[in-house]
Each structure stands twice: as C-alpha cells, then as structure tokens.
C-alpha cells in the first residue's frame, strides 16, 4: 500500500513507517511544515521515501493519512484536485488533545463521514466532539529502545517539546517547584533557553535519560507523550501528574502519580533515596509498556484500520 503523509510528529511517524507499507513524506526546498520529508534525528527504515510535489502528481496514491485540517488543501492541489476522503481513501490522525471548553471541544473534522477520526488516546476520543464523523482510537506503539536503565545520576529526565511556548499546558510552569526536590534535566525542541539540551538525537536522548535515576512527566493537558512511553520502555520509573492518559497509561507499581505537586515532590525526594525501589518500578514501567505500546500491536490495529479504509472505497466503485 502507498501512503501520503506529512512528517509532523516525529516519534509518532517513527512507529508508523516501520510498517510494511511504502510512505510518500512530501518534502520542499527549506523543510518547512508542509515538507519537511524524512527525520532528522529519528532513524527511518528506506520505505519512508522523500518526494516532491511534482513527483506526487504523476504518482498513484492508495490512501491520505492527514493530521492537520490545512492538509486536505494541500493534498487537492498536489494530486490533481482529488479530495481526500472523496476521491481517494483518506484517515485522519488526531494527535493532540482538545483546548478550551468542554461545550466547545468540537473536532475540525466533526461531521465528515467520509473521513475515520483516529485518536491516539481513550481520553481523547472522549473529550473531542466528532459529530458524525466515525472514530477510532489506535493508541500509540514504539519502536522499543531496549532496557537500559542504570539511574547512576540522582537526578530527573524531563523531556518537553517547545516549554516555553506551551507554558502550563505543559507544566513548565512546575519545573521550579520539582527541581528543589531533585536536579532536572530537560530535552526537547526550544528547551536551550532554560537550559536544556536542544533537540537531541533520539539514540542520544535514550543514552541520557535512563541515567538518570527517574523520569518526571509535568503535562498538565497534552495527549499522552510517547517520551513517557519511551521512559518506560527504557526501564524507568515514572513521577507524573494524574492527568489525561498518564492514570491509565502508568500502573502504580511502576511510578507514582498524583495532582499534590507537593506529595511528588516528596516522592522524588524518596526515589532519590531510595535506588533499589527505583529499579524495581523501572522495570515494572517497562513491563507495563511492552504489554500496552508495542510496536507490533501499533502495526496490526494501523494494516486493520487502512485495509478498511481503502478496501470500503474499492467497494463503493464497484458497486456504483
């Protein structure tokens, strides 16, 4: 199967193109988001194959898999006005979760039939307004980095995409109150300004982090972070708030959770202390998510979904 998509979140896209399938991922003179082609800092397997605008417009392709309402637009001008979910299969990925108020949550999709809503978390799918539009959820897979946990370092891995920029939502705001119960390390895109360690390569964030002797998780209201996911696989244990996905993503043997960012913070304190334990729930992180997140399981619901998708319009043809 041939698949059109846009690189938009890498460790997302990471799992997805280790699929059986080849992946069209447009890319245009500067890389910018409507062409950033392959990662950069992720390793993708040789399906994964950059290609230009023009290319695409002489290419079959079997299915659009959109992330971002602009990208249907994007996609009629590139391949020679066929709209997606119309002319040709096409699914739509939601990765984030909602913003503002509950009456107001409502999908920009909402209402479209023609489309399958893939959500990438339970909580997600419940708080979205879809109308009419049917939904699925696919809840993440990842590619697993291996056991690697030594937590020599008695401090905490935090990794946020952008914190400045997100402020609250990603709980940058607590980093403050979490770094008087035990030194942090941050990552992520747009950290350098606090101090972080800018963009990393993914083989050199799994090196750090699991040297640390805990993961922090401060997301107030994101989807669930696949550096949690990552964390885990990794074999460490996990501090986190109790909010969106985490309650259901983090056992309680593997970590702690809670919304008392004091009682955190004394846990924190504990775990520093306390290497063994810190060991033990490791391990019980990363047991929990090989179970949940693995990457095959990913795969098979994502071959599932897409068969449906275009053997459904295969269908429609004939019968019309």
């Known amino acids: ?16 193109v280790h699929g059986s399938h080849e992946y069209l991922l447009p890319v245009l003179p500067g890389r910018g988001p409507d062409g950033r082609g392959r990662a950069r800092t992720w390793a993708w397997p040789s399906p994964a194959i950059e290609i230009t605008p023009e290319e695409l417009a002489d290419t079959p392709v079997d299915v659009v898999l959109l992330q971002r309402p602009e990208e249907e637009a994007v996609c009629e001008r590139w391949l020679g006005g066929r709209r997606p979910g119309i002319d040709i299969p096409a699914v739509y990925v939601e990765h ?7 009456a107001h949550m409502r999908h920009p999709v909402a209402d479209r039939p023609e489309l399958t809503l893939v959500h990438v978390t339970h909580f997600n799918d419940l708080f979205w307004d879809a109308g ?8 993440h897979g990842v590619v697993d980095p291996g056991y690697r946990y030594t937590g020599e370092l008695a401090r905490c891995a935090v990794a946020i995409n952008e914190p400045v920029r997100r402020g609250r939502v990603t709980g940058t705001d607590l980093l403050a109150r979490f770094s008087r119960a035990a030194p942090l390390d941050l990552y992520g ?18 090196r750090e982090m699991p040297r640390r002797r805990l993961y922090l998780h401060p997301i107030r209201w994101t989807s669930l972070g696949l550096s949690l996911i990552e964390a885990m696989l990794l074999g460490m244990p996990v501090v986190a708030l109790a909010t969106t996905e985490a309650p259901d993503a983090v056992p309680p043997q593997a970590g702690v959770l809670s919304t008392d ?60």
């Open 132 to 139: 009419a539009t049917p939904t699925r959820v696919i809840e």
């Open 261 to 320: 960012v004091e009682r955190l913070c004394a846990e924190i304190r504990r775990l520093i202390r306390a290497p063994e334990e810190a060991r033990e729930r490791g391990i019980e992180a990363r047991h929990a998510a090989l179970a949940r997140y693995s990457l095959r399981r990913f795969l098979q619901d994502w071959d599932h979904l897409l068969s449906q998708a275009t053997g459904l319009r295969a269908a429609e043809e004939v019968s019309a």
């Open 189 to 206: 895109m747009g950290t350098g300004g606090l101090g972080g360690v800018e963009d990393p390569p993914q083989e050199e964030l799994h």
């Open 96 to 102: 984030n979760a909602p913003q503002g108020r509950i």
């Open 1 to 16: 199967m041939r698949i059109l998509l846009w690189h938009v979140h890498g460790s997302w896209t990471t799992a997805f």
